[in-house]
């Protein structure tokens, strides 16, 4: 079956710094979306992205994320200046028509020091 | 707004126990309802889902029946498999849209 891939599994970094975080949805999928989970705490929608522009967005993603997708095969997650906070578990998901189910990533493991 | 509220985990059962995780939502609307399982190492699976009331999601032996007048979806499987052992997410959606609103997920280990 295809799958989402993300990369890399674990990013380590200081706060303040810019990170991406990147991830390869299935090829012939049209929607595309970023989730995440603080340990111990529920999964959470960050944002929503179709034809190349936001759809929906969360309370949490703020000025200092962003998306792109920029060429036909990645979607990438850029957090600007890290905050501790921002430690979690990130999924990048794919849907092929925003109706059907969503494919997840296994996930990006982000630690803010 | 919509909320999820699973139940808490860990738990730990031995192969072939019966299993039950419960889960309640609130919504506003009418929401689909989904369970979501994370192997180690892997992505998110749509597990099973179910779309409107009285609508049981069944899938690999599990089964939940959508609940509107205890707004509840309950996970349930009769004999588990230690290969069953997996993080499982309750979540909803609401007016056909993807964005899904997830529990906090409750992690089952099966004991052979």
């Known amino acids: 079956e295809p799958e989402v891939t993300q990369t890399p599994s674990h990013q380590v970094t200081q706060m303040g710094q810019e990170v991406i975080l990147r991830c390869v949805p299935i090829?012939?999928?049209?929607?595309f979306y970023w989730y995440r989970q603080i340990l111990g705490q529920k999964v959470e929608f960050l944002v929503s992205?179709?034809?190349?522009?936001?759809?929906?967005k969360s309370e949490i993603f703020d000025d200092q994320f962003s998306v792109e997708r920029p060429d036909g095969s990645n979607f990438t997650l850029k957090i600007r200046s890290t905050k501790l906070e921002d430690s979690a578990m990130y999924f990048c998901?794919?849907?092929?028509?925003?109706?059907?189910?969503?494919?997840f990533g296994s996930g990006t493991q982000l630690s803010v020091l | 707004g919509n909320s999820v509220t699973q139940m808490e985990g860990p738990v730990t059962l031995s192969e072939e126990a019966f299993l039950t995780i419960n889960c309640t939502y609130t919504?506003?609307?009418?929401?689909?309802l989904f369970w979501y399982v994370q192997y180690p190492g892997e992505g998110l699976q749509l597990l099973l889902k179910?779309?409107?009331?009285?609508d049981k999601g069944s899938n690999k032996g599990f089964e939940a029946t959508y609940r509107k007048e205890t707004t509840s979806f309950h996970l349930e499987k009769g004999s588990v498999q230690v290969s069953d052992s997996a993080v499982y997410f309750c979540?909803?959606?609401?007016?056909?849209?993807?964005?899904?609103?997830f529990g906090t997920g409750t992690r089952l280990t099966i004991i052979p």
């Open positions: 992205f179709y034809n190349n522009e936001i759809s929906e």
């Open positions: 979540a909803l959606s609401t007016f056909g849209n993807e964005k899904l609103t």
């Open positions: 919504a506003t609307g009418y929401p689909s």
């Open positions: 998901a794919s849907s092929l028509t925003g109706k059907e189910k969503l494919f």
């Open positions: 090829s012939n999928h049209l929607y």
């Open positions: 179910a779309t409107k009331a009285d």
